[in-house]
């Protein structure tokens, strides 16, 4: 597999890292334990299109977006994590 | 005969007649020429019989003249260099080649093991899963070792491999999968068009089917035209040819895998050379031009030496000029079989008849008989009569049901072309059936792939050359190459027919399999016990599982299957391909990765001077690591650990720490973030102070732990343990840039950056002062316990000093650039010479942690919360971080929990050994009385005994009970006692002074 690091290009898979869904997004701090519970262990197991966080460790260190085909391996997107790259100075 | 090339031409073929080469078989010299396979060279020499088979240790012979081949099997070179299953149709000939026969003892000629053929009822389908079932024991002590000598390949060196093999990367527009007409007309139009080009071809010559059919390409003989195309190949920068390379497997996104043989062909790899070399070749687009495999029919005897392949004996003629057999009865379904019979009367050689299973042949193929005096019978062979000395005498059923005998020395088969479908059909693709060539074809291929010429089911040398040049240059254009791509290479089109055949009912055996000896009535007997499904009948038979992957036997095996279960063979289907192509040596995969080089090495700054003092290292994790330094007298580790742990107690000592973890954290919200993923806060940290932080994992488990310093306003110095360095900072990446976008704060990893000693005792600040420029204040009033600030050394270099104490001594570590961690050793030896300074360990290290309680891997060890490890307090309630809300669960907090405890056995005496089970002094050991267990010891010198920390349940509640220490593996169950954790000065008083 073949991973286009928004920084780097496209590399090869070994440079990268998988954590897994991207979709779960981390509850506030007053969001209860029920949401934390639900965003720290359920997870969508899906056949086909998914949204997946990978990290670029080999490379520039990114944390990515990658929308992949869980069945064909196919790669239709990849963005950088909203914090990716550069300090937001004066942001 | 044999030894003297009897059965070479004495003109023609591929082969350099002025390089004789020199060989052994079974023991037997002979001679070859250089272009030789060691195939072709047996069959020059007449040797017929070269292995026994799998199962019934029938006599074989060679089927084939390529990588399909099922039967002849070597073992190749010896010793070290000993290597089974090589096929003897594809290894390269070399002067004082070695190969001996497989499968067979005493001799080839005579063995033992052939009265398997008449035990042969138990050897039928499934009998792994019907004999031998009973007593299980006698499975692994009598069965197996007794089935694996009768039943078996070649024997692997047992000895380490001396050669070495590479792994290599290669990046091209397109990568072409064989150089017959196919392959070579795609490489010419996508290198003409401009595009990069890598054209393997797994045999040592280019052209394919053309080096054994010839034929006239653009009106010039085929050897010329593929001189020319490879010549103009040849100079185009943008293209590589790269012979004995076979690309063997597609991966995902462009990425292909070939195994180049690079020194196979030499009998050892010139100096500093590798023996194969492994490619991933990432290619925008790839041409299969893999051509097809002739199949065989199946009847009684079809495995008899002398029974071979019809473009096979073409091969060994043609190509090799030598002679397979002198007279030849060809059988066939189709017309391109007839092209051996061609072949054979244009080499001289007598065609006792052709037995085609059409119902008509062709007025030139009639004139053809008439002219070589040579009968055509309507029908199929249907029983060989032969043996080890070849075949003697064909029987076929003629249509119409008469009888008929052709004798005979070598029968030539045709049953139609498979196409190479392995390629296109990886990503789980299926092939289609072509009714028109009785085949399966690809039906699509993976991403960026396409097949074309034979292996797309286009059989004609015109048809190859249309298809090649137009898939090149469509391939081209696709990415972008838009150079003129010249004319198209031309040639006639051979008329094609066939009439499907695929088993001929005989007596006797008739293989489908011959490489696992699996045959017709096999099939018949899987789809009578109900394994009709092709992925059944692959694995109740072993059809198409041994080192050939069924290359000739896997079509033929689902078509008899079809018939017996009266469905269409497109119903009946293929079983799942999947790669390698071509067996793959596993030292190719690993390329330089053994032995030593399994895996980096990676060596703290002061690793040389540390061996230069003779320390005993230890791996951890890539790390090697001065373990202790043993002195001479010392009798064993614990003497010479003991000394180290008693000389930093009572004078100085010094440990390279270089291996934690090290991160800076910059940014005006460094401190907020640093808030987030600790349990307790960081912006509260006053600059030039260190604080000791623990990190959760966000399900409340502990993850990590560590010190960090504030060095200014907006700048931390992090550190992590050595175990989890890479971890923990993509772990903080995450939370910085997914989890917590809005913080302006930056990461470094510094961990190779800085080198890092921890420098304990009471005369650290004496040493200190030899170190350190004598204007920075070190008293402790100047430098308090846990500060943390930069200094300068005497000299000027910059350092960062941190008064921080794992060993519960008065202690600072103290960084310097990492190019300056050797001097810093020496410097520290010869400052501290004067104060008796002493370098130590890891084990040095781990008993002072120990004494003092704190906790490290054996104790974050991935189910233990801050609560068990007695660090609770610090889970700060005035904030949110990573862990908080799941560390707060009934269960994570119950009070029943397993906690760190201190732990040490009654009588003085006696061994604490980790990993023991905590069991209440009266009760029976068992799961339902286990209360923890014992994870960390060791021999404190100070307390004079074995103590250690274990996780026990209410331990700390229980300070002062006797337990039981019980340890069933080691067979030992002893009391001991439950005590506070820090054994060593509890009150802290000498980090502090
Ligand atoms: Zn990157």
Redesign the pocket.
Known sequence: MRIT?P??GE?ELGEFTYLGDAKPQRPAADAGEDAVYNYVYLRDNIAGVMSEHWY?GG??R?WLKVTRNTLTHEISAVEAAAGAGAAKVGA | MAGDQANRLTSGGLIDRSTALSFRFDGKNFLGFKGDTLASALVANGVKLVGRSFKYHRPRGILTAGSEEPNALVELRSGARREPNTKATTAELYEGLEAASQNRWPSLNFDVMSVNQLFSPIFVAGFYYKTFMWPAKFWEAIYEPAIRRAAGLGRAAGVSDPDHYDKAWAHCDVVIAGSGPAGLAAALAAGRSGARVILCEEDFVVGGRLLADGGAIDGLPAAEWVARAVAELAAMPDVRIMTRTSLFGVYDGGTYGAIERVNDHLPVPPEHQVRQRLWRIVAKRCVVAAGAIERPVVFAGNDTPGVMMASAMRSYINRYAATPARRIALFTNNEDGWRTAETAIAAGLQVAAVIDARPDVSPAHRSLASKGGFPVLHGSVSGVDGGKGGVRKISVSLTGGARAEVEADGLAVSGGWNPAVGLTSYHRGRPKWRDDIAAFVPDGAPPGMVAAGAANGAFGLGACLREGFEAGAAAARDVGRSGNIGSMPVADDEAFSITPLWHVAGKGKAFVDQQHDVTASDVELAQREGFQSVEHLKRYTTLGMATDQGKTSNVAGLAIMAAVSGKSIPETGTTIYRPPYVPVAIGAFAGHHRDENFHATRLTPSHHWAAEQGAVFVDTGLWKRAQWYPRAGEKDWLESVTREVKAVRNGVGFCDVSTLGKIDVHGPDAGAFLDRVYINAFSSLAVGKARYGLMLREDGIVYDDGTTSRLAEDHYFLTTTTAKAGLVMQHLEFCRQVLFPELDVQLTSVSDQWAQFSIAGPKTRDLLKEVVDPAEDLSNEGFPFMGAREVQLCGGLKARLFRISFSGEMAFEISVPARYGEAMARNLMIAGKPFGVTPYGTEALGVMRIEKGHVAGPELNGTTTAGDLGLGKMMSTKKDFIGRVMAGREALVAPNRQVVVGIKPTDKARRLRSGAHIIPKGETPGPENDQGYVTSVCFSPMLDQWIGLGLVERGRERIGEIVRAHDPLRSEDYDVELCNSVFYDPDGGRQRG
């Open positions: 690091c920084f780097c590399r670029h490379g520039c990114a």
